[in-house]
């Protein structure tokens, strides 16, 4: 059962366009969440986080929405970059952060020059 | 400061046989945990060591084991090797103990362990 979904497995936007990465949940332990950047033949790279305490988290272009009744969270990209082409994973932790993660499957993101 | 080193990169072995992955976590880091990435399931957590503990174990056959060692170096072990043990195998490690409120955002991955198993 997977517990962290990432119903697009790619998405395709302009450069200097938003890029929208979505994730839905369905363990209501989950209070912690995080979205990773992989790049090809690399490892992922920890990105941003956002706690269930609140409902958005931003750093620099990159902005976390967490809506917790709908049991859905969104990574807003603002402008996209090429250099933001990657594979990028949703998880989730429950405790705090302190359990282990279920990562969702990824969604390749392409930005077009 | 050199990041979290695994070797080998890649891998290929045959159905039955067995096979040791080896990770250096970063320097002064204590926490490693290993997943593994497959197209079809994503990322998935296999365990996690602090202290040459296991602390944390995911939902995997004993076929996969893991140890650490005192210099905090993490090898893993998948014996009786399946053709669906063909993965990608990430190792991370960290600075804070497991249990550690949002330790995973200083949590840093090696490159992986590419293994085919034909």
């Known amino acids: 059962d997977q517990q962290v979904k990432q119903n697009s497995p790619s998405l395709s936007v302009q450069e200097g366009r938003i890029s929208i990465l979505n994730c839905d949940y369905t363990n209501s332990m989950f209070d912690y969440f995080l979205w990773y950047k992989k790049y090809p033949a690399e490892g992922p790279t920890f990105l941003i986080s956002?706690?269930?305490?609140?409902d958005k988290n931003e750093d620099g272009r990159f902005t976390v929405f967490l809506n917790k009744s709908a049991k859905h969270l969104s990574l807003h990209i603002v402008p996209s970059q090429p250099g933001d082409s990657a594979v990028y994973f949703c998880?989730?932790?429950?405790?705090?952060?302190?359990?282990?993660?279920?990562f969702g499957k990824g969604t390749k993101l392409t930005v077009n020059p | 400061k050199a990041g979290v080193t695994q070797t080998p990169r890649y891998l290929i072995k045959t159905r039955g046989q067995q096979v040791t992955l080896s990770c250096s976590p970063i320097s002064g880091h204590r926490s490693v945990s290993w997943y593994q990435q497959t197209p079809g399931q994503g990322l998935q957590f296999l365990f996690e060591?602090?202290?040459?503990?296991?602390?944390n174990k995911g939902n995997f056959p004993g076929r996969f084991s893991g140890r650490q060692f005192s210099n905090s170096r993490s090898e893993m072990n998948v014996s009786t090797l399946e053709l669906g043990d063909s993965a990608l195998y990430l190792c991370?490690?960290?600075?804070?103990?497991?249990?550690?409120?949002?330790?995973?955002?200083?949590?840093?991955f090696g490159p992986g362990t590419r293994l085919t198993v034909l």
């Open positions: 956002i706690s269930s305490i609140k």
């Open positions: 991370a490690s960290s600075s804070l103990p497991p249990g550690r409120t949002s330790s995973y955002n200083e949590q840093f």
């Open positions: 060591y602090f202290s040459e503990t296991q602390r």
């Open positions: 998880a989730a932790s429950a405790q705090g952060g302190s359990e282990k993660l279920v």
